[in-house]
């Protein structure tokens, strides 16, 4: 479609909210916005104005677009960051490998709540963190046990009394299960804890202390040892704490600092007066206005984490939209805060420090980081006449000794970088004996077999497949694209010894220097395929043999075998798995416990 299309399908934009997608000449989403009024927001594009270079270069690669109509502009803005994670558009802010931070949760909802380390938050009891810069969850978990003798179990507690557990000789519980407490003695321990988790440390550190004292003058030195480790720890926590800071806020300060082509977004978080840490996220800057950007962006760090009740920051979002995306993902409000003095002026200006700091550190890596994925990918396309340019690249390799546990790995690269949440892996069902070809044949054609069905939400149609190989391998897995119908999908094959590459469309091979970023990527994705398919094939493995050596055990049978591969996975975990960590398996007690790590220490 041509500049006439556009302009007049910009007359047919309706008087309402909703999301708009640029398309470019193949056909490839490079921008996805959200208006509250789309027919005032899209025609703005197109208007003859002076735009910045990134609004510039968009709007001159646009083709075609495509809108959806959302009840209200809310609606839109979740539907944005929803497609912005499908698409991955080209010209839009992307946050990529967002990691999720651990939270101690407390199970309030249970009769005897216990405590543990999550990395989602549900509205299913209490929640405190997210812990970052290095804070240890499972110690602090661990200094609530053997302060207050809060249970770590999933066990039930019924009306059918347990034979009580190794954590309760230790110390570490009051074995509600065994009906050795009362309902409100045990919940009189979970208040403190829940104070103790809000960041009241003094109670917990004068019972350590006690302990700590105690075990050494019982000569019990490794015991003091891990005693007065745990005491440093909670003071290390409390220095963290704003002195000016009320201990009921909770509040994220986010900070952006630019030079016109990347940007640094920085942020801190600090819940209940504490400082928890901070984060700064490099990246490129967007076509849309920085407002909008901004609030796109955390959009999608949001969608993954819980919003405080505070956000800090100088930037201008639009505040009620906000306020509106928080009711609907929270069911509370988040107040938008820029202060102007006082202890959070001082916290957004370290948030902006970091930010400037940090993009002074970072251009040169953004920069390179770009030569080795999108404009590697710009590249590719150039010097191997593909037909479009490769953002989604497929590679798969085969794993198996002797033709046992065959598995296959599809491996992911968007814009060149490697894009984890895509893999996947596949357990080769039909093929006998070790015939690597016949494996990757069946892979590919369940993969392909996706196409143009209801699977191809969770497995896109890719511009690219690679292959492991020569000319034989190319031209055969061609047979299989013929098959299946495929077309559209541009096939090569990257030879390993001479690292030479194999197209359709020439007689020759393509060869590039090694220090060319396009083969590099292309190196990169080969040897990520072989490595996801190996990660996989041990553990399909050992998982095999798991089951074989516990078979030897006395006492564990079917069930235990089952919770202990589904606690620790691997015969090498559970090898090395203490006591006390075996006996806390469901179904295993500590004498069993004490069976199992008596039998691999005589292995």
């Known amino acids: 479609m041509g500049e006439s299309v556009v302009h007049e399908k910009l007359k047919l934009l309706p008087d309402e909210p909703g999301v708009y997608i640029m398309l470019d000449g193949d056909g490839t989403v490079i921008y996805v916005g959200k208006a509250r009024v789309l027919k005032n927001r899209v025609r703005q594009y197109f208007h003859a104005s002076e735009k910045p270079y990134k609004v510039q270069a968009m709007v001159e690669a646009i083709r075609d677009f495509s809108y959806i109509v959302t009840p209200s502009e809310v609606d839109a803005l979740a539907l944005e960051n929803t497609l912005i994670k499908k698409y991955k558009p080209k010209y839009n802010i ?8 651990p939270y101690i949760k407390v199970h309030t909802q249970e009769p005897y709540p216990r405590i543990s380390v999550t990395r989602r938050v549900k509205k299913d009891g209490k929640y405190f963190g997210p812990f970052m810069g ?7 978990v661990d200094v609530a046990a053997k302060v207050y003798n809060i249970r770590t179990c999933r066990v039930a507690v019924s009306e059918k009394e347990r034979k009580p557990c190794l954590d309760h000789d230790l110390g570490r519980c009051l074995a509600p299960c065994a009906h050795l407490c009362t309902q409100e003695e045990y919940a009189a321990r979970v208040e403190r804890t829940l104070a103790f988790l809000a960041g009241d440390y003094e109670e917990a550190e004068r019972i350590l202390t006690e302990k700590m004292l105690a075990f050494a003058e019982a000569e019990e030195y490794e015991l003091a040892l891990d005693y007065r480790n745990k005491i440093r720890m909670l003071s290390t926590l409390g220095k963290r704490r704003v002195t000016s800071m009320p201990r009921d806020v909770d509040a994220d300060i986010w900070a952006v600092a630019s030079n016109g082509l990347y940007a640094c977004i920085s942020l801190l978080v600090t819940r209940r007066g504490v400082m ?6 490099a990246l490129e800057e967007g076509a849309g206005e920085r407002g909008e950007a901004l609030m796109s962006f955390l959009t999608q760090y949001y969608s993954n984490h819980e919003i405080p009740h505070e956000l800090i920051l100088d930037e201008a979002i639009d505040d009620a939209l906000f306020l509106d995306y928080a009711r609907r993902k929270e069911g509370r409000g988040a107040d938008v805060v820029r202060p102007k003095f006082g202890v959070k002026r001082e916290l957004l200006d ?7 700091e940090y993009l002074e550190k970072s251009v040169s890596a953004i920069e390179h980081k770009n030569d080795m994925t999108v404009r ?3 590249r590719l396309r150039e010097v191997l006449g593909l037909r479009k340019y490769p953002k989604r690249m497929e590679c798969y390799d085969i794993s198996n000794i002797s033709g046992v546990d065959k598995v296959a790995s599809m491996v992911v690269f968007t814009d060149g970088e490697a894009d984890k949440t895509e893999y996947r892996r596949f357990r080769i069902r039909t093929v006998e004996g070790a015939d690597d070809f016949a494996s990757l044949r069946e892979a590919l054609s369940r993969r392909l077999g996706k196409l143009g069905t209801d699977e191809e939400e969770r497995f896109p149609r890719p511009e690219l497949i690679v292959i492991d190989g020569g000319r034989g391998q190319l031209s055969a897995v061609k047979q299989i694209f013929d ?7 541009d096939l090569i094959s990257l030879a390993k010894r001479e690292e030479e590459i194999y197209t359709l469309s020439q007689e020759e091979p393509v060869r590039l220097e090694r220090r060319d970023y396009a083969l590099r990527t292309l190196q990169r994705i080969r040897d990520e395929a072989h490595r996801f398919a190996v990660t996989y094939f041990r553990n399909l493995h050992s998982r095999r043999n798991l089951a074989s050596v516990l078979e030897e055990i006395e006492g564990v049978g079917k069930r235990k075998r089952a919770a202990l591969l589904e606690k620790f996975g691997t015969i090498d975990k559970i090898m090395r798995a203490s006591e006390e960590e075996l006996a806390k398996t469901e179904g295993i007690g500590g004498e069993l416990a004490a069976r199992i790590r008596r039998h691999f220490e005589e292995l």
Do not use: P, S
């Open 94 to 101: 992307l946050l990529k490998d967002d990691k999720t931070y």
């Open 483 to 489: 098959e299946t119908g495929v077309e559209d999908i």
């Open 350 to 356: 370290m948030a902006e420090g970091n930010a400037k």
């Open 376 to 378: 590697a990918c710009e």
């Open 276 to 281: 928890q840490g901070g984060r700064n996220f």
């Open 134 to 140: 290095g804070v240890n969850c499972k110690e602090i």
